[in-house]
T-cell receptor
Framework: AQKITQTQPGMFVQEKEAVTLDCTYD???????LFWYKQPSSGEMIFLIY??????QNATEGRYSLNFQKARKSANLVISASQLGDSAMYFC???????????????FGKGTKLSVIP | DTGVSQNPRHKITKRGQNVTFRCDPI?????LYWYRQTLGQGPEFLTY????????KSRLLSDRFSAERPKGSFSTLEIQRTEQGDSAMYLC??????????????FGPGTRLTVL
């Protein structure tokens, strides 16, 4: 079973509009961390936002916010006021603290390609 | 503060040749990670170091792959007897572990390997 599922291979959004990128995860750990990264065509993975499993508030970083629904095991990324420079691949990732697979590796989803339309 | 750097950015080699990649982490970061990313996929974990000790290795890391971090600073990833299936982007990341930190991994620009 996939640990990180991103069901949207591609998304389009109009410039200045908000967009939500979906991510669901699967873990039996109580303590884990969820990350979102942006990967432009240049290839570098850029860290956007982090949510810890015990954090009670949804994480926010500028135009990025994370809609964390623990019971549903979802961690959707919301980008507000989209800009042309937001066009990129977006990856959701999880770090499980006590998993037997390793405590510090990130497990990534397959990504969502976001295209911002002028 | 400079980010993670990787060299070379691109490498084209013939099947059967050996290749070596270098990663320089963010200077105070004690953990260093290697990932591999193939087309249309997210990165997959290969191995990680805490200081100079290699603490985890993925089953993806066959015996043709070896990684070192000799002085706990930069790291090298060597692939011996390359195969066409080794063609991928090799990403390096580093993080700083503190009790109050999220241990966020910051990635370099990657080395794109093409095996002909």
């Amino acid at each position: 079973a996939q640990k990180i599922t991103q069901t949207q291979p591609g998304m389009f959004v109009q410039e200045k509009e908000a967009v939500t990128l979906d991510c669901t995860y699967d873990t039996s750990d109580q303590s884990y961390g969820l990350f979102w990264y942006k990967q432009p065509s240049s290839g570098e993975m850029i860290f956007l936002i982090y949510q810890g499993s015990y954090d009670e508030q949804n994480a926010t970083e500028g135009r990025y916010s994370l809609n964390f629904q623990k019971a549903r095991k979802s961690a959707n990324l919301v980008i507000s006021a989209s800009q042309l420079g937001d066009s990129a691949m977006y990856f959701c990732a999880m770090r499980e603290v006590y998993s037997g697979a390793g405590s510090y590796q990130l497990t990534f989803g397959k990504g969502t390609k976001l295209s911002v339309i002028p | 503060d400079t980010g993670v750097s990787q060299n070379p950015r691109h490498k084209i080699t013939k099947r059967g040749q050996n290749v070596t990649f270098r990663c320089d982490p963010i200077s105070e970061h004690n953990r260093l990670y290697w990932y591999r990313q193939t087309l249309g996929q997210g990165p997959e974990f290969l191995t990680y170091f805490q200081n100079e000790a290699q603490l985890e290795k993925s089953r993806l890391l066959s015996d043709r792959f070896s990684a070192e971090r000799p002085k706990g600073s930069f790291s090298t990833l060597e692939i011996q007897r390359t195969e066409q299936g080794d063609s991928a982007m090799y990403l390096c990341a580093s993080s700083l572990t503190r009790s109050s930190s999220t241990d966020t991994q910051y990635f370099g620009p990657g080395t794109r390997l093409t095996v002909l």
